[in-house]
């Protein structure tokens, strides 16, 4: 194993962990000096009418309207209100969607913003934040766009359907994946990539089998905490790239197309991170095998969806969506007409296997030299 040179940022975002630490968030206001407060949450998410009551006539303002993949017209909405009220702090309680519109509203009304995350998506660790203008799905990083506390509660996750819970949890082994192979890797987001992995294979099958285990939904949460970090430094991939655009064009579920483009991702990268892969299918529990069959049977285990169609994608969208997808930087050099074909497959749902070829037939972009 080589340790190259490598740029690590820390991050500077407070986070608060545990059960019951919901109950922190009217100390963390105080603390930042709030006096006119902005809740935007998810209609359903558990723990906004907490929040509401403790923070009682420090609340200026109350949004509940949030969509997948933030739609430019929506921010410009919860911008106006938010503007309006004279807010100085933003508090979200709820998944990507709340977090991420709350995220595109202070990159315009700079306050800070205090998040309350009730799905996996590990956003709230990121200054990434995606807008969707029409049917394109446009991501960019500013650090006005991250929040300056995050408190995860656990807790506030038992009522998530296992529906909503298995995919996020793929979206959070996206972020690990991602970061096992991205050109800004480092031993530290590795370490970090590889520990959520373990967490969140581990926890996964106990909170979908059971949705009120605390012990699983706590383990969960901190996996996702651990591939937001990761995230946040190594940025995203190629299963990112394809996602944006299905949610874009298509607007298929965010999560939902993590879990079944991932193992498809892993099966067409691996021959050229065979390291990184060794180490991800012992993070999956194994002590050898084929990662991408691990992930395609761990979705399948927790019911999750391994096919595009199930999620409403036909044959006919996938040349279009292909076009759009920018094949670099990737750890292997890759083709439009290889995306179409694992776009094929991950339609059809076939199980993805990694076909090995002798390093000298593998292809590689200078873009994309590992250097963790
Ligand atoms: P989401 O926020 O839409 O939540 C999924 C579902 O869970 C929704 O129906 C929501 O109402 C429900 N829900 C949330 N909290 C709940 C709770 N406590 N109890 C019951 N139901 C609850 O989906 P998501 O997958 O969390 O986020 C997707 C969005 O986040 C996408 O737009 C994606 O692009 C973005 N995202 C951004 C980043 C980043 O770093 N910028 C990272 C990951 C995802």
């Known amino acids: 194993m080589n340790v190259g040179a490598f740029t690590f940022e820390s991050p500077s975002v407070r986070v608060i962990f545990g059960p019951g630490k919901v109950t922190s968030v009217a100390e963390q206001t105080d603390l930042l000096g709030a006096k006119k407060i902005f809740l935007i949450a998810a209609r359903n998410a558990t723990g906004a009418t907490h929040v509401e009551q403790a923070l009682g006539q420090l609340l200026v303002g109350r949004w509940y309207d949030v969509a997948q993949h933030v739609p430019v017209e929506l921010v410009d909405r919860a911008w106006a209100a938010v503007e309006q009220c004279g807010a100085d ?14 995220k595109a509203v202070v990159r315009n ?3 800070p913003l205090i998040a309350v995350p009730t ?8 200054s990434i934040y995606g807008l969707t203008d029409g049917d394109r799905k446009l991501t960019n990083r500013d650090p006005r766009a991250k929040p300056a506390v995050v408190v995860y509660d ?7 359907a296992p529906a909503v819970t298995g995919p996020s949890a793929f979206n959070a082994l996206a972020h690990c994946v991602a970061a096992l192979g991205s050109p800004a890797a480092n031993p530290v987001t590795t370490a970090l990539a590889l520990e959520a992995v373990k967490w969140i294979r581990e926890c996964l099958p106990n909170a979908i089998g059971e949705p009120s285990d605390l012990p699983a939904r706590t383990g969960l949460q901190l ?10 430094t190594a940025g995203t991939g ?4 394809i996602c944006h655009v299905l949610g874009g064009m298509l607007n298929l579920s965010h999560a939902d197309t993590h879990s079944v483009v991932l193992p498809h991702i892993v099966a067409l990268n691996a021959p050229a991170l065979p390291e990184q892969m060794g180490r991800l ?4 529990g194994h002590a050898a095998g084929d990662p991408a069959e691990q992930l395609w049977d761990l979705a399948v285990r927790c019911g999750v969806a391994t096919d595009l169609r199930r999620l409403g994608a036909r044959p006919e969208d996938l040349r279009a969506a292909a076009e759009r997808i920018a094949v670099d930087p990737n ?4 083709t439009r007409a290889d995306i179409e074909e694992l776009l094929t497959r991950a339609l059809s749902g076939e199980r993805p296997h990694i076909v090995t070829r002798p390093t000298s037939q593998l292809p590689s972009s200078d873009s994309n030299l590992q250097k963790g």
């Not at 799905?119 to 990121?126: C, D, I, P, R, V």
């Not at 299918?281 to 999956?284: G, K, R, T, V, W």
């Open 89 to 102: 702090c933003i508090v979200t309680v709820g998944g990507g969607s709340a977090t991420g519109l709350a």
């Open 109 to 111: 009304y700079p306050v």
């Open 119 to 126: 799905t996996y998506a590990g956003s709230e660790m990121t």
């Open 154 to 160: 656990p807790e506030l996750t038992t009522g998530l």
């Open 223 to 232: 996996g996702a905490f651990l591939a937001g970090t990761a995230l946040a």
């Open 238 to 241: 190629l299963n990112h790239r």
């Open 281 to 284: 299918a012992q993070a999956l």
């Open 331 to 334: 750890p292997r050099a890759v």
